[in-house]
């Protein structure tokens, strides 16, 4: 006679056999969706936009995968603050790209080191963190020069959609552009593999 034990795992049943790991235990869960925020106006050259698409692979071992693909250029805000904008040269708002990844990155649930959003979150989270590699257009951003920024990504939602908000949080000398404040996000999806 089999023992079985009966999980829920990012919302999908799984079963385990005493002893035994299923094969469906093994499949990563992957999510995906978009940037849009603001750096503050404290940062080099800010306010910035920040657009872009986010990925990010959990293997069920406890490891995780991310990658984010941004655009970047001065706000709208940065055309009357000092940076003092051309309106009408696109040119002048320094538009620049950044390309984010994390291997072999730590995976927890505990989501109360997450930001808060308004309205609150509740229900199931996913909280990923690791030493961030950092492009800016295609070559290494310049302050990897001064040093290992870490990456925070928490993926949160509520009672209605399960996974629903992603934010990330730089650490070290990546805050210098990005700022020290949590990047907004969304999940636009979320499936098994």
Known sequence: MRIQYRRVFFG??????????????????????????YSPSTVSGG??????????DVVR???ASFSADLTMETSDYGITGATQVDPTNPATRSPHTHHISM??????YDTSVCPANSPAT???????????????????????SKGS????????GGLTVEFSNMTLVYTGPATGHFG???????????STK
């Open 47 to 56: 306010p910035w936009e920040i657009r872009g698409t986010w990925s990010l």
């Open 61 to 63: 071992s406890g490891t």
């Open 103 to 108: 291997t072999n990155a730590t995976v927890s």
């Open 122 to 144: 509740s229900g199931s989270g996913v909280v990923v963190t690791s030493t961030a590699t950092t492009t800016g257009n295609g070559s290494p951003a310049p302050f990897e």
């Open 180 to 190: 020290p404040q949590a990047i907004h996000g969304v999940v636009t999806q979320v």
């Open 12 to 37: 999908i049943a799984v079963t385990l056999a005493a002893g035994l790991v299923t094969a469906q235990d093994l499949r990563l869960v992957h999510f995906k969706g978009v940037v849009n925020d």
């Open 149 to 156: 920024s870490t990456l925070q990504v928490c993926i949160t």
